[in-house]
């Protein structure tokens, strides 16, 4: 079964897009990947300083494997993306968070894309863990893009209040670690972390699939 599967659907870098010989670990060997490194894997995001673990710098292979998974319909790559997730989350918060939950898009962008990109990686990331991602927050206004703004107080005030926690007796009281796929300057994440914080939750750290570029991390 696997062989014929091989052949109608041959294995593909999660991140270039290359066919593969074998599936491996899902990253073809020409993929130099920019790894953060560990002591900048941890940064604060927002005025609360939420902890939020960045596994890659959003560059090269990096920034062609997400854009593919979020305009291209290619969302399996997530099965592979999800791998940087948790171990760069299982390294730096390990014991910070008992449940997982994720930054979700608007119902707009859900319909046309026909999926959410980060609530899949939390399913794949929780499904390491053999927990289940929850559905915690919903985008209550749909706004602009946040990689069409260039500064970090556009980006602010552009996700201000669009997010909303329907059910707060779900998250009062417990610790979460909020998914996103790319975490530039931290807005969106903050944003959603800090409606978490409204409704009750004990406390909220953050991950991300890659965020910055080179050998920084912007603020």
């Known amino acids: ?53 960045v596994a890659l710098y959003y560059d090269g292979p990096v920034q062609t494997g997400v854009r593919a998974m979020k305009f291209q ?7 592979v993306f999800a791998r940087y997730i948790v171990q760069a989350a299982a390294e730096h918060l390990s014991g910070s968070f008992d449940a997982v939950t994720y930054v979700p898009v608007s119902p ?38 946040q990689s069409s703004l260039s500064s970090p107080r556009e980006r602010q005030e552009n996700v201000k209040n669009a997010y909303a926690v329907p059910w707060p007796g779900q998250v009062a009281g417990r610790r979460f670690l909020l998914i996103d796929d790319v975490c530039t300057t931290g807005g969106t994440m903050a944003a959603c972390a800090d409606a978490l914080t409204a409704a009750g939750a004990a406390s ?15 603020e």
């Open 73 to 79: 319909g290619k969302s399996w790559r997530t099965k």
């Open 204 to 218: 909220v750290v953050c991950a991300a699939l890659a965020g910055g570029h080179g050998a920084n991390i912007p």
């Open 1 to 53: 079964m696997n062989l014929l599967l091989d052949l109608l659907f041959p294995p593909r870098c999660a991140f270039c897009g290359a066919l593969m010989d074998r599936p491996g670990e899902g990253v073809c060997p020409d993929c130099v990947l920019p790894l953060v490194p560990p002591e900048k894997i941890l940064r604060p995001v927002g005025e609360r300083g939420y902890p939020c673990a």
């Open 108 to 145: 707009r962008r859900r319909f046309v894309r026909g999926y959410d990109q980060a609530q899949i990686l939390a399913r794949e990331a929780a499904g390491i863990w053999g927990v289940r991602a929850e559905r915690t927050l919903r985008k209550v206004r749909h706004n602009r893009a």
